[in-house]
């Protein structure tokens, strides 16, 4: 069976086709309306040098084994490091790391100069002032659409205090506490 593609072809034009009803951008900004948690991503690669990239695409799958997963577009440039790197380390982003979020998402000589890190166990930078870091042992990936799901075995985590940078709307945001009614 194909995947439907997506087009900016309307539905009556794309009748018989196996084209969804909606438009790239729609499905884009559909995503949107779901706010996610800002993320830096490392890696070493064989040579030593780090990989890091910005990932929104973070979520937790299990709690026995305690699993994450993640995805990065298949074409990207780190792609072979975090195939071939048997560990990796989850940065999960403060509400003021915005600028790291910026560097982890552009392209950058070096993006890891002048960048705070302490190495952990899985030998990959642990950004500091982050409000979290997951140590993943590498699972499994897998090529799914335009991106390679990623699954990691968490082998250690810490936290600290402090308000994480989320993504929504098309831009950075952070969580504010609704009261909750009573019941």
Same mark, same amino acid.
């Given at each position: ?29 559909? =995503? %949107? ?10 890696? &070493?690669?064989?040579?030593? /040098?780090? $990989? +890091? ?39 999960? =982003? %403060? ?10 998402? &552009?392209?950058?000589?070096? /993006?890891? $100069? +002048? ?59 952070? $969580? ?8």
């Amino acid at each position: 069976m194909r995947r439907p593609r997506l087009s900016s072809t309307p539905p009556d034009a794309a009748a018989g086709r196996d084209t969804p009803p909606f438009s790239e951008r729609q499905f884009r900004d559909a =995503l %949107a309306q779901f706010a996610t948690g800002v993320t830096v991503i490392c890696a &070493r690669a064989a040579d030593g /040098r780090y $990989a +890091g990239f910005t990932a929104n695409s973070f979520n937790a799958l299990s709690l026995d084994p305690p699993l994450v997963l993640w995805s990065l577009d298949w074409r990207s440039n780190t792609l072979a490091t975090f195939e071939h790197a048997p560990r990796y380390v989850v940065n999960v =982003l %403060a509400h003021d790391q915005i600028e790291l979020a910026h560097r982890f998402s &552009r392209p950058h000589k070096d /993006r890891f $100069a +002048g960048v705070n890190y302490r190495l952990g166990r899985a030998q990959a930078p642990l950004i500091e002032g982050c409000v979290a870091w997951f140590e993943c042992r590498h699972f499994s990936h897998q090529r799914v659409g335009d991106h390679v799901l990623f699954v990691g075995e968490v082998e250690s985590c810490e936290r600290r205090p402090g308000v994480g940078l989320i993504f929504a709307h098309g831009g950075f945001a952070t $969580a504010q506490e609704l009261p909750v009614p009573p019941i």
